[in-house]
């Protein structure tokens, strides 16, 4: 095993602490692991969540290995596909961690287990299902409703936020754009809008002014 230099030292400790944090975040769904690099045969220092049935002292994986040998080696490698060994698939993310010197000392991995999520996301597609023997035209929706929620929505979203969380003054402004558009000619168009930024009729109505 190579000998740590304080720096080195100071470096692993402080990872295991944001790995502890991130685990406590993201149980029970998410593994965490802390990989030294220094000691390549027994890399795993930590690991929280254990989801893949290794233990403190495993050796390093192929990411690991392969950033020992090339410091030039990508340092953030996200969201790529993995499987855990008795084949549930994962999400994993794994983080080289250099020192001063530009050499890869740790790593810190996380690997979601999508299998749960998988399963809610059949039941969600299932639930949502609305294949009908009988085709029929019915909407519950006031006319125009749905566009003005999708207006607002779309507004919403070139400014990088929700609608319940837009500014006075970007309010102000999705509502003349409606209006510019015509949609607040449609039945109840006030009381949807209202709805859907979460503010009073009275609101809108002098916004619209």
Request: with cysteine; charged share 25%.
């Amino acid at each position: 095993m190579t000998k740590r230099t304080p720096e080195q030292r100071l470096l692993l400790e402080q990872l295991q602490q944001v790995a502890d944090g991130l685990a406590k975040t993201f149980a029970p769904f998410c593994e965490v692991v802390v990989h030294d690099l220094l000691d390549p045969k027994h890399a795993i220092l930590a690991i929280h969540n254990n989801l893949s049935g290794r233990e403190v002292g495993h050796p390093a994986t192929e990411l690991g290995l392969a950033r020992i040998l090339d410091p030039e080696f990508e340092q953030v490698i996200a969201n790529y596909p993995n499987k855990f060994s008795d084949g549930r698939q994962a999400k994993s993310t794994s983080i080289g961690i250099k020192d001063s010197e530009g050499r890869y000392i740790a790593a810190l991995c996380m690997n979601v287990d999508l299998s749960l999520f998988q399963a809610f996301q059949s039941v969600l597609n299932q639930f949502v299902s609305v294949e009908g023997q009988v085709p029929v035209n019915e909407t519950l929706d006031a006319g125009g409703a749905d566009a003005i929620r999708a207006r607002i929505d779309q507004f919403a979203a070139r400014l990088a936020t929700t609608p319940r969380a837009l500014k006075v003054d970007d309010r102000r402004a999705v509502v003349k754009e409606l209006k510019a558009a015509g949609l607040l000619d449609v039945r109840r168009s006030m009381e949807t809008v209202a709805a859907h930024l979460g503010i009073s009729r009275a609101s809108v109505y002098s916004y619209a002014k």
